[in-house]
C-alpha cells in the first residue's frame, strides 16, 4: 500500500506548473487567433531587437552606419581625423553612411533613435510593473476588508482621478530634477493609485464570494494569507492587460515633457524633438528627418502595446472571446 502511494505521488510544484503550462497554451492559443494582437507584438519585439543592436553596431561598425556616441556632439567617425569630411553641413540628409541622416549638431539620427529605444522601454515597462504591483495589493486589500478601509483607499483613487495627470507631472518636473528613474517612479505611482485601482477592486470584489475565499478562511488562514496568496494571483490576468495600457500612457508622457524640456533624461524620443523645435526645424519639410523618424517611433510602440492590450482583452474578458 505505500509502494503504491509513492508510485503515484507527484510534487506540488509539478501539478502547478503543469497547469499554469497548460493556462499558457490556451491563452497564446486564443491570443494568437488575434491578429491585431501579433502585429503589436512583433512590433515590440522589433524595437526590442532594434534596442539591442545599437551597443553591437557601436563597437562593429562605426565607419559604415556613423552610430556614434548619440550623447555627444560628434560627427562621423574617421580613421585619421575622427571626423567625417565628406559631410560640409549639418544636418545632412539620409545617405549611404547616415541612414536617417543627421541633426543640427552632427549627430547620427538613427544611432539617437536605437539609443533611446532602450530607455522607452525601461520607462514603460518598470513603471507598468510599479503600478500594478500597488493596484493590485490597493484593490484587494480595498475590496477584502471594505468598511473605512475601503473608502479611504477609494476616495484617494477619486483624488488621483480629478486631478489631470500630465499638470501633476509637469508641477513635480518644476520642483524636482526628473530624470529617466524618477519619472518612471512617479508614473508609477501616480498610476498605480488612480483608475486602475478601481477597475482591480471591481474585479477583486468578485474574487472575494469565491468559494475557495471562505474554504481558506475556516481553514485558518490568516487576511495577508488570503489576499496575497488566493486573491492577487486570480486578479493578476487583469493586471497584466492593464500593464500594456500604463506602458502606453507612460511613453507618450515622457514625449510630452521632454517635448516641453522639463526632464533631465540624457536622450530620448522626446528630446530629439525638442532639440529639433528649439533649433528652429521643427515646421520645415526640407529637414523631414529630424522630426519624423521619432514621432512615428513613439506613434508606432504606443500602437503596439495598446493592440497587445486590445488581444488580452479578449482572454480576461470572456464576453469578448470569438464563438
Not at 131 to 160: E, P, Q
Request: aromatic share 12%; glycine share 8%; proline share 5%.
Amino acid at each position: 500500500m505505500t509502494t503504491d502511494a509513492k508510485s503515484v505521488y507527484v510534487p506540488l510544484w509539478r501539478v502547478r506548473l503543469s497547469l499554469f503550462l497548460k493556462s499558457v497554451r490556451s491563452s497564446w492559443a486564443m491570443f494568437a487567433e488575434n491578429p491585431i494582437g501579433l502585429i503589436g507584438l512583433g512590433v515590440i519585439v522589433f524595437f526590442g531587437l532594434f534596442a539591442l543592436a545599437h551597443p553591437v553596431l557601436m563597437h562593429t561598425d562605426k565607419v559604415t552606419f556613423g552610430l556614434v556616441d548619440p550623447i555627444w556632439e560628434r560627427r562621423v567617425y574617421d580613421p585619421n581625423m575622427g571626423f567625417d569630411m565628406e559631410i560640409s553641413f549639418h544636418p545632412s540628409p539620409p545617405s549611404a553612411r547616415h541612414l536617417l541622416g543627421t541633426d543640427p549638431q552632427g549627430r547620427d539620427i538613427l544611432s539617437q533613435l536605437m539609443f533611446s529605444t532602450r530607455w522607452e522601454f525601461v520607462l514603460g515597462i518598470v513603471s507598468a510593473v510599479i503600478t500594478v504591483v500597488i493596484a493590485t495589493s490597493v484593490g484587494a486589500i480595498s475590496a477584502y476588508y471594505g468598511g473605512v478601509i475601503d473608502m479611504i483607499l477609494m476616495r484617494l483613487a477619486d483624488l488621483v482621478i480629478m486631478v489631470p495627470f500630465l499638470p501633476i507631472l509637469i508641477v513635480l518636473s518644476g520642483m524636482i530634477e526628473v530624470g529617466i528613474w524618477e519619472l518612471t517612479l512617479v508614473i508609477g505611482i501616480i498610476s498605480g493609485f488612480g483608475g486602475t485601482t478601481i477597475v482591480i477592486k471591481s474585479q477583486a470584489l468578485s474574487v472575494k464570494v469565491k468559494p475557495f475565499i471562505e474554504a481558506a478562511r475556516i481553514a485558518g488562514g490568516g487576511d495577508a494569507h488570503i489576499i496575497f496568496k488566493h486573491m492577487v494571483p486570480n486578479l493578476l490576468p487583469i493586471s497584466l492587460l492593464y500593464m500594456m495600457f500604463i506602458v502606453t500612457g507612460a511613453i507618450f508622457s515622457e514625449a510630452v515633457l521632454s517635448y516641453f524640456g522639463l526632464t533631465e533624461i540624457e536622450m530620448s524620443w522626446g528630446i530629439m524633438i525638442n532639440f529639433t523645435q528649439t533649433q528652429g526645424y521643427l515646421l520645415r519639410f526640407d529637414t523631414w528627418w529630424l522630426l519624423i523618424p521619432a514621432s512615428l517611433a513613439i506613434t508606432i510602440m504606443c500602437a503596439a502595446f495598446y493592440l497587445v492590450g486590445r488581444a488580452m482583452d479578449e482572454i480576461v474578458n470572456p464576453r469578448l472571446r470569438r464563438r
